[in-house]
Structures are given as structure tokens and as C-alpha cells.
């Protein structure tokens, strides 16, 4: 029923700016966007709630990436900005129609995007 569909992955220097976004068909209550890089498990970088738009961020992205959702197309945004070589990873986007406790963990999504490449070089 939900379907996602990501664009705006790409490589960057480090300091540059990536605006990846979902397109989101169906209803959904969470969107959350995740990283993984080769090796390493997936992490939580940020979420945002459709009720009262609260936003969730990771740590390491926390001040440098921001999370927005159009009201009238229903699409996330992913606003990246001083870009760090850690910042390397496929980025996914997921959603959910229920109810979470942990915003930012993989587990508590039910849909999911193919993924979308961010390189930063140093």
C-alpha cells in the first residue's frame, strides 16, 4: 500500500550540501531517514512524526542535517549540510503507519526505499 521512492544522492567535498528527498505514496505517521555504510549497521539519522511534525535526530548528523515534510505532496526532505567524510553511506528512507516507541530504530519501520548513494570525499 505505502510505496517510497528516494532521489538526490550524489558525491560531494566534504563541507558541500546533499538534499535527498522521498516520494511517498499512501498514508504513513513516520518517515525516517537511514545510513549504512559497508561494514557497519544501519543507524537512524532522522524522523519526523505527520500529527505534529516532531523531528528526531541522530547524534552524529544532530545540527547539520534537518528533516521537513511538504504538507500538500506528502514528501520528505533531508536537508545535509557541512558534510563529513563519515557521512558515507547508502541512505534509505522508510515509513510506517502505526504507532512507535524509537523513532530512529530500523526495526520499527515496515516500508522501505531501494537507497540512495552519498559519497563525501575529503
Known amino acids: 500500500q505505502v510505496q517510497l521512492l528516494e532521489s538526490g544522492g550524489g558525491s560531494v567535498q566534504a563541507g558541500g550540501s546533499l538534499r535527498l528527498s522521498c516520494t511517498i505514496s499512501?498514508?504513513?505517521?513516520?518517515v525516517g531517514w537511514f545510513r549504512q555504510a559497508p561494514g557497519k549497521e544501519r543507524e537512524g539519522v532522522a524522523a519526523?512524526?505527520?500529527?505534529?511534525?516532531?523531528?528526531y535526530y541522530g547524534a552524529p548528523v544532530k545540527g547539520r542535517f534537518y528533516i521537513s515534510r511538504d504538507m500538500g505532496t506528502n514528501a520528505v526532505s533531508l536537508q545535509m549540510h557541512s558534510l563529513k567524510p563519515e557521512d558515507t553511506a547508502t541512505y534509505y528512507c522508510?515509513?510506517?503507519?502505526?504507532?512507535?516507541?524509537?523513532?530512529?530504530?530500523?526495526?520499527?519501520?515496515?516500508?522501505w526505499g531501494q537507497g540512495t548513494q552519498v559519497t563525501v570525499s575529503s
Open positions: 522508510a515509513a510506517t503507519g502505526g504507532w512507535i516507541a524509537q523513532p530512529l530504530n530500523a526495526a520499527s519501520y515496515q516500508y
Open positions: 499512501g498514508n504513513t505517521r513516520y
Open positions: 519526523i512524526v505527520s500529527e505534529a511534525g516532531a523531528t
